[in-house]
């Protein structure tokens, strides 16, 4: 299903609940990736906890005969995203190059207004300055940014590599291919259930893929024209 617009990408993520096994590899791959801290016992139990994707279980059917079921979810990327219009300080805000929700991290004052009109309840507040214990700090990513406590955060699709694979292909005086950016989720993904690509680029394996009679987004009647759709099969009925 290309979509054309000369000027600019649509980042997409497809998410196969039929191929998800729930192995949590992306999370701790998003984590290493993004420097995203990671929360004492007591701050989780206190909700506090901060990890840019979640996996979401459930169970189908009656003992014995149980399923278990996942849903990874993350940023959806909105079209038409809640979080926008409520930040006084535009540090959310769209971009129209990317298609993707950004977030300014020096821009944010703390209202905490994003988080609270996310419907997906993806957006996440640094209560503290974070710190990584020996010998964690020295496996920081350089390229992205240490979130400073009062700051919101959240999934960027791996913005980061976004820039570097375009970056690079400028040098190699080419346009971007499909394949040249993996978020770091889709990356560690043992069972491919996550793929990554723009909608834009008529080769692209996202476009080959949708539309797709097992296709669904998350709360899609809220208008918020997700980025992320999720694919499951007959027998699937989480997000229903
Ligand atoms: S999922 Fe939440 S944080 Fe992401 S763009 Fe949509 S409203 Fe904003
Ligand atoms: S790494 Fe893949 S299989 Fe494992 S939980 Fe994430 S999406 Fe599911």
Avoid at 72 to 100: D, I, K, R
Avoid at 131 to 152: I, Y
Avoid at 175 to 190: F, I, K, T, Y
Wanted: with cysteine.
């Amino acid at each position: 299903m290309a979509e054309t617009n000369e000027h600019g990408h649509k980042w997409t993520m497809i998410v196969d609940l039929d191929k998800c096994n729930g192995c949590n590899a992306c999370v701790v791959a998003c984590h290493a990736e993004n420097n995203v801290p990671i929360a004492s016992e007591e701050e989780v139990i206190r909700g506090r906890g901060n990890h840019w994707i979640r996996i979401e279980r459930y169970w189908e059917g009656e003992y014995p005969d149980v399923q278990a079921r996942f849903i990874p979810v993350f940023c959806q990327q909105c079209g038409s995203a809640p979080c926008e219009p409520v930040c006084p300080t535009y540090a959310s805000y769209h971009s129209t190059e990317q298609n993707l929700n950004v977030q300014v991290y020096n821009r944010c004052v703390g209202t905490r207004y994003c988080g609270n009109n996310c419907p997906y309840k993806v957006r996440f507040f640094n209560w503290w300055t974070p710190e990584w214990d020996s010998p964690l700090n020295e496996q920081l990513n350089p390229d992205v940014t240490v979130r400073s406590a009062g700051v919101m955060e959240k999934c960027t699709f791996c913005i980061q590599r976004i820039r570097r694979a375009e970056n690079d292909a400028t040098a190699d005086g080419r346009e971007l291919r499909d394949g040249d950016v993996q978020p770091a989720c889709a990356q560690a993904c043992p069972s491919r259930a996550l793929v990554f690509g723009d909608l834009y680029d008529p080769e692209s394996q996202v476009s080959e893929r949708l539309p797709a009679e097992r296709q669904f987004k998350l709360l899609e009647n809220l208008g918020t024209e997700p980025a992320v759709y999720y694919l499951k099969g007959e027998d699937t009925h989480v997000g229903e």
